[in-house]
C-alpha cells in the first residue's frame, strides 16, 4: 500500500493531476455479478503476454485476463513510450476511453492507471468535451489523440475520450481501466473512428475481421482468452462457423436475428417470429425478455420474486389478451384497448386501473402496463405453438413467482445442476446448446460454493422488443468471428 501510495503521489506531482477512472464490464442493458460476492483468493485472473501470430498473416494477437469467470480484459498502450491500460474490449460500444490524470475528483481515479499526456511525444490535444452513459451514471472528459499500441500493432493518430469524472459508484471496484470498443461505425459519434477502423485503413491487418475466444477451462487458466485482429486462431474452435448477417439497422450493434429458444431441446414458441440479439462481449451473462427469463428460473428452480401487479395483470386481462390476439388486432393496441397503456402519435402515456394519466416519462415506471406488455409476448407464442389457453393462463400465474429480481441475482440449489435441462438459441438455422455448467456461475463465498442463473431479465419498448442481449456466457460457449467487411458474426463451438 505504502508502494502505491508513492507512486500515486509521484504521478500527481509530475502531471499535476490526479488519478484515475474505471470502468465496467456492462455496457447497453449494464448486467455483471457483483465482486464483492467473489472470493478473491480464487480469482484466475494471469498476467497479459502480447505476442505475434500468424506469420503468413498480418495480425494481433491481444490475450485477455479472466477475473472469476466474469471479466474479460487484455492490455493496450497509449502514447509514446505506451502508457499501459487494462481494458475490455466492447462489442458494443464504439468508443475508447481511459482514465485522464487530470481527473481530481472521483474516487476511482486512485485504484486505476491514468493517462498523461505530458508523457507522451505523440499526444495531439483537441479538447472537445464528452459525456457517455453509465448504468445510472456517467463518465465525462475530453477527446484527444495519441498512438495506440493493440497487441504490437500501432495505429496512429487515434480518438480518445480522456474521462476526467466518473459518477457511478461502481467503477471503483472494476479490474480494468476502461474500454475500447468495437462496434460497427454506425455507432460512432463523427468526431472519432473505432480503433478498429482505424487499424484496417491503415494497412495493419489484411482480413477486415477480428475474433474472441474465451477459455472457459477450469484446468487450463494460464491465459483468460484472447481477441484476434485480422484473423482466426484455429485452435480454439472446433468445425466451421454458421455466420449470420447483421440487422440493417443504424445502430451500430453487431445485432443479429434469433429464430427460436428451446427448453430441454423442447421448442417454448419464442423468438419463432424473430427476435433482435446484440452479441456484446462488455456484457456478463444473457439478458432477455422478463417473462421468458421467469420461464427458464422457472425449469431449472432458479429463486425469483413474487409479483402481485403480474398476477393481477394475468388473471384479470389473460382472457381478454388472448382473445384480442386471436381476433387480429394489432398487439401494439392491446394494452391500450385494456385500458392500461394507452399509446399517442407524439408519446405514450400510461393508465393504471382505476389511476390517473401519467405522462411519458413516467411509464417506464407502469408496472401494468409493463406486465400486460410482457403477457402479450409470451402469449403470442403460446398461440403460435397452439397451446391451450387455460394452460398457458395457468403457467403464466406460476411464472409472476419466479420473475427475476432486478436488483440481485438469482441463485439455484448448486447440487440440482446435473439435472437442469439445456437452454438453446436458433441462430442461422442452426441449434446453439448452452448447458448447465456453461449458463450456471459457480462463485465462491466465503467457505462455501453458490450458484447463480447466467439469465437475467431486461424489457425494451417497441419496436425493439423482444431483445435478447448474448454476453459473455454465450461467447464462452462459441467462439465468435466479427466480420466487419462483410457485416457478419460467426460462431463456433469454442475449443
Not at 152 to 179: C, P
Not at 187 to 213: C, D, T
Not at 217 to 225: H, I, K, L, R
Not at 446 to 469: E, H, K
Request: glycine fraction near 8%; hydrophobic fraction near 40%.
Amino acid at each position: 500500500m505504502d508502494r502505491k501510495l508513492f507512486v500515486m503521489m509521484f504521478v500527481i506531482w509530475f502531471c499535476s493531476s490526479s488519478f484515475s477512472l474505471v470502468e465496467n464490464s456492462d455496457g447497453l442493458m449494464r448486467i455483471e455479478l457483483k465482486k464483492r460476492h467473489f472470493d478473491l483468493e480464487r480469482a484466475t485472473a494471469s498476467s497479459i503476454n502480447v505476442r505475434r501470430h500468424h506469420k503468413d498473416l498480418d495480425s494481433a494477437i491481444v490475450y485477455l485476463k479472466n477475473f472469476m469467470d466474469i471479466q474479460y480484459y487484455g492490455e493496450i498502450g497509449i502514447g509514446t513510450p505506451p502508457q499501459k491500460f487494462n481494458v475490455v474490449f466492447d462489442t458494443a460500444s464504439s468508443k475508447l476511453w481511459v482514465p485522464s490524470s487530470k481527473c481530481f475528483f472521483s474516487i476511482a481515479c486512485y485504484f486505476h492507471s491514468t493517462y498523461c499526456s505530458r508523457l507522451s511525444k505523440t499526444y495531439t490535444k483537441i479538447g472537445k468535451p464528452c459525456k457517455i452513459p453509465y448504468g445510472s451514471g456517467y463518465i465525462s472528459g475530453l477527446y484527444d489523440q495519441d498512438n495506440i499500441d493493440v497487441g504490437g500493432l500501432i495505429v496512429k493518430d487515434q480518438v480518445f475520450v480522456e474521462a476526467q469524472m466518473e459518477r457511478s459508484i461502481d467503477l471503483i471496484f472494476r479490474q480494468f481501466d476502461g474500454i475500447v470498443g468495437l462496434g460497427l461505425e454506425d455507432m460512432s459519434s463523427g468526431i472519432e473512428a473505432p480503433l478498429w477502423y482505424n487499424m484496417a485503413q491503415q494497412g495493419l491487418v489484411n482480413q477486415e475481421i477480428f475474433s474472441l475466444w474465451l477459455n472457459k477451462d477450469p484446468q487450463n487458466a494460464e491465459v483468460g482468452g484472447e481477441i484476434v485482429f485480422g484473423a482466426i486462431d484455429w485452435k480454439h474452435h472446433l468445425g466451421d462457423h454458421t455466420y449470420i448477417s447483421v440487422a440493417d439497422t443504424d445502430s451500430g450493434y453487431w445485432q443479429i436475428e434469433l429464430e427460436g429458444l428451446d427448453i430441454a431441446n423442447s421448442s417454448t414458441g419464442h423468438c419463432s417470429e424473430g427476435c433482435a440479439a446484440i452479441v456484446d462481449s462488455g456484457t456478463s451473462l444473457i439478458a432477455g425478455p422478463t417473462m421468458v427469463v421467469a420461464e427458464i428460473n422457472h425449469v431449472i428452480g432458479a429463486d425469483g420474486i413474487f409479483s402481485s401487479e403480474c398476477k393481477t395483470v394475468v388473471s384479470k386481462y389473460g382472457d381478454g389478451i388472448w382473445d384480442l390476439l386471436i381476433s387480429g388486432l394489432e398487439p401494439e393496441r392491446i394494452c391500450s384497448t385494456m385500458r392500461l397503456c394507452v399509446y399517442k402519435s407524439d408519446g405514450i402515456e400510461s393508465v393504471v386501473e382505476g389511476g390517473a394519466y401519467e405522462d411519458e416519462s413516467t411509464v417506464e415506471n407502469n408496472t401494468y402496463c409493463s406486465f400486460c406488455e410482457m403477457a402479450i409476448m409470451y402469449i403470442q407464442a403460446q398461440i403460435q405453438e397452439k397451446r391451450a389457453k387455460e394452460k398457458v393462463l395457468n403457467f403464466m400465474n406460476e411464472l409472476c413467482e419466479k420473475l427475476p429480481n432486478p436488483g440481485r441475482k438469482s441463485f439455484v440449489d448448486c447440487k440440482e445442476i446435473g439435472y437442469m435441462p439445456p437452454i438453446s438459441f436458433t441462430i442461422g438455422g442452426k441449434s446453439f446448446p448452452l448447458m448447465p455448467d456453461q449458463y450456471i456461475h459457480k462463485v465462491k463465498q466465503g467457505g462455501s460454493q453458490v450458484c447463480i442463473s447466467a439469465f437475467v431479465g431486461v424489457d425494451v419498448p417497441s419496436p425493439q422488443a423482444p431483445l435478447w442481449v448474448l454476453g459473455n456466457i454465450f461467447l464462452g460457449a462459441y467462439h465468435t468471428v466479427f466480420d466487419v467487411g462483410n457485416r457478419k458474426v460467426g460462431f463456433a463451438k469454442a475449443a
